[in-house]
Each structure stands twice: as C-alpha cells, then as structure tokens.
C-alpha cells in the first residue's frame, strides 16, 4: 500500500525489515522505536507490517517498546501486576483479560479527563473545592460540640466586610487555587 492509497482516518503503514529497520510510509522515511512511542503517546494510529511476509506485528512492537520503557527505569508495572497477567496465559480467563483490561483503560482515561475538566471549569464548579468546603463546615461543628467554650459570638460585619463563613470560603478557594497552579507546574 502505497502513500497515494491510504484514505483519511486510515492508520498509518510502518514497515519492519529484516535488517529490523522501520519505515513509515506516511511520511517516507526511517524511524526508530522511540518515534513510534511518541505517535503512540500523540494518538497517532499507525499499524506495523513485516515488509517481506505482509503480517500485522503490531501487537509485538507495541510489546517491545513497553518493554524497552520498563528496562529504562521508568517502570510503570508493578511487579505483582506482571506476575498476575503472566498467570492468566494459559488460565480460562485469557480469554476474558483483552477485554478487561481495554475497559479498564477506557475508564481510566474518562477519570482523568473528567478531573482535568473540572479543574479547567474553575474552583467554583470544582467537586473538590465543595468537597473541602463540606469537611471545614463539618470541623467547626464539632470542634463547637466538643469544645462548648469555643464556640464565639457571631460578630456583625462592619460595613462592606463579609460575613465570617464567607472569609472562610474565600480562602479555601485560595488554597484550592493554590493547589491547582501546583497541579498544572507539575502536569507541565
């Protein structure tokens, strides 16, 4: 398959040579595994072909480029984690562990964008935020009920001041923002 014969949304051809070679036929030219890592990470669909034979090697590329991220000391999988998938070849549930393991993913990546959104929409709407706020209210209740003496008379806000409750908030939603440009210099 040629460049000419590849249609919008197809995955893009690499072929393996013998001499263990890659090349893209998307863009005409040689890449290495390192570049197929990063396409992967950039979504970028691309499907692997033994140049001589036509099979699809996919599957066992992507393998060894896990593999080579794991020996460079960047180990995501945890041990117990490859003992128990390696206890599954052979196991009845094989079958079952593509499937699963797909889902298990999907949902993840759902997770993760729902908490990148809603730190994107602002502390207002931010479920944490309202969470943070609930627990404060919930210590001041109690530190009220086991400490009777501690418990302070309301004061009246002098004019254009807000209410006590409101400063607290305010700067829970201080502290949240705080935590969120933290969030963003460490996701950068």
Do not use: C, W
């Given at each position: 398959?040629?460049k000419r014969d590849t249609k919008p949304g197809d995955p893009i051809i690499i072929k393996k040579y013998a001499n263990r070679?890659?090349?893209?036929?998307?863009?005409?030219?040689?890449?290495?595994?390192?570049?197929?890592?990063?396409?992967?990470?950039?979504?970028?669909?691309?499907?692997?072909?033994?140049?001589?034979?036509?099979?699809?090697?996919?599957?066992?590329?992507?393998?060894?480029?896990?593999?080579?991220?794991?020996?460079?000391?960047?180990?995501?999988?945890?041990?117990?984690?490859?003992?128990?998938?390696?206890?599954?070849?052979?196991?009845?549930?094989?079958?079952?562990?593509?499937?699963?393991?797909?889902?298990?993913?999907?949902?993840?990546?759902?997770?993760?964008?729902?908490?990148?959104?809603?730190?994107?929409?602002?502390?207002?709407?931010?479920?944490?935020?309202?969470?943070?706020?609930?627990?404060?209210?919930?210590?001041?209740?109690?530190?009220?009920?086991?400490?009777?003496?501690?418990?302070?008379?309301?004061?009246?806000?002098?004019?254009?001041?807000?209410?006590?409750?409101?400063?607290?908030?305010?700067?829970?939603?201080?502290?949240?923002?705080?935590?969120?440009?933290?969030?963003?210099?460490?996701?950068?």
């Open positions: 398959m040629s070679r890659l090349y893209n036929t998307g863009t005409s030219s040689y890449i290495t595994l390192d570049d197929l890592a990063r396409m992967t990470r950039e979504g970028v669909d691309f499907q692997v072909v033994d140049a001589k034979t036509g099979e699809d090697i996919t599957h066992s590329i992507l393998t060894q480029i896990i593999m080579d991220e794991e020996a460079s000391g960047t180990q995501m999988l945890p041990v117990s984690f490859l003992r128990d998938l390696i206890s599954m070849y052979g196991n009845s549930m094989q079958s079952l562990m593509p499937s699963y393991l797909e889902a298990s993913m999907a949902n993840f990546r759902k997770n993760r964008e729902e908490l990148q959104g809603a730190f994107r929409e602002g502390l207002a709407n931010n479920p944490l935020a309202k969470i943070a706020e609930t627990n404060m209210a919930m210590m001041k209740a109690m530190g009220e009920a086991f400490l009777p003496n501690s418990r302070q008379r309301p004061q009246e806000p002098l004019a254009g001041q807000k209410p006590a409750q409101d400063d607290e908030i305010a700067a829970l939603r201080e502290q949240m923002a705080a935590m969120q440009k933290k969030l963003d210099e460490l996701s950068k």
